[in-house]
């Protein structure tokens, strides 16, 4: 079946690189994303990549999939207190349910 | 503004109550999901609605949820004889192509 982990909690200083990753089991999935969600609203999506790329890159963020080892990171460079979110990964091959989400990595920026 | 909007945004009910919350997607996005999100998880599939046809539906949905979308506009979620085991934070999501754009959720406590 489809499965998505992450870990729970990241926590960084203020100005450094941030690393998110997240694992997969399904590897017909051809579309892997990225969603952030601040306390009390729904989730932004920050960015998404094709299971034919291997890297995406839009300012501060940067993500690398690794298809033969079905793992997905996100980096986000120069990390702001901003960034102090939930972060989920999520994958799909279609419409409807089989957009599959992780638990989601709490992200903690210290000063 | 253009984004999904859900309401209400809080709502609490004491069990065996009926509720009901609303969506309203993107005005161009034809595809329309809820997702159930609790403490410390990621969002969770409940249906899934292309125009005004519910294609799909997650095993795991009790009978005491029903969802419509007349006219393949707003979509309503409705909970009968609400259970505590029901509260949570209910997401819609709309899209057009592949990527999920969420409203801010409607939280639910039943008490």
């Known amino acids: 079946g489809e499965d998505v982990e992450q870990s729970l909690f990241l926590s960084v200083r203020e100005g450094d690189s941030s690393v998110i990753n997240c694992t997969y089991t399904?590897?017909?999935?051809?579309?892997l994303y990225w969603y952030k969600q601040e306390p009390g609203a729904g989730l932004q999506l920050l960015t998404y990549?094709?299971?034919?790329?291997d890297m995406k890159q839009d300012q501060r963020l940067t993500v690398l999939l690794n298809k033969k080892d079905k793992h997905l990171s996100l980096r986000i460079a120069d990390t702001q207190t901003g960034d102090s979110a939930i972060y989920f990964c999520?994958?799909?091959?279609?419409?409807?349910?089989?957009?599959?989400f992780g638990p989601g990595t709490r992200l903690s920026v210290l000063p | 503004d253009t984004g999904v909007s859900q309401d209400p945004r809080h709502k609490i009910t004491k069990r065996g109550q009926n509720v009901t919350f609303r969506c309203d997607p993107i005005?161009?996005?034809?595809?329309l999901y809820w997702y159930r999100q609790t403490l410390g998880q990621g969002p969770e599939f409940l249906t899934y609605?292309?125009?005004?046809?519910?294609?799909?539906k997650s095993r795991l949905l009790s009978d005491r949820f029903s969802a419509e979308r007349p006219k393949g506009s707003f979509s309503t979620l409705e909970i009968q004889r609400t259970e505590q085991g029901d509260s949570a934070m209910y997401l819609c999501?709309?899209?057009?192509?592949?990527?999920?754009?969420f409203g801010s959720g409607t939280q639910l406590s039943v008490l």
């Open positions: 999501a709309s899209s057009l192509e592949r990527e999920l754009f």
């Open positions: 399904d590897s017909s999935s051809t579309y």
């Open positions: 990549i094709f299971s034919n790329m």
């Open positions: 999520a994958e799909s091959k279609d419409y409807g349910q089989n957009f599959v």
């Open positions: 005005s161009e996005h034809n595809r």
């Open positions: 609605f292309q125009n005004e046809a519910q294609l799909e």
